[in-house]
């Protein structure tokens, strides 16, 4: 993903690759693979909506739907 980049669907869950740790964000018709700092756990579940900015994701739980 690209600095400044918006991401929104549902936190799914977090995979490890050779690369680190990544959270899998859901959408309608796509997944995304976002660098991981930090626990998830909060956010499994929810929908979000977040920024990725300097490595790290900016996220905004409680869309609704």
Known sequence: ???GMRV????????V????RYAIIESARSFSLIPLQGGI???????VLGTFGDGR????RGLGR
């Not at 929104?8 to 995979?15: E, K, L, N, P």
């Not at 994701?57 to 905004?60: A, I, N, Y």
């Open 41 to 47: 756990e909060p956010y499994r579940g929810h929908e």
């Open 17 to 20: 690759l050779d690369s680190g």
């Open 8 to 15: 929104s669907g549902t936190v799914r869950d977090s995979v």
């Open 57 to 60: 994701l900016f996220l905004q």
């Open 1 to 3: 993903k690209s600095v």
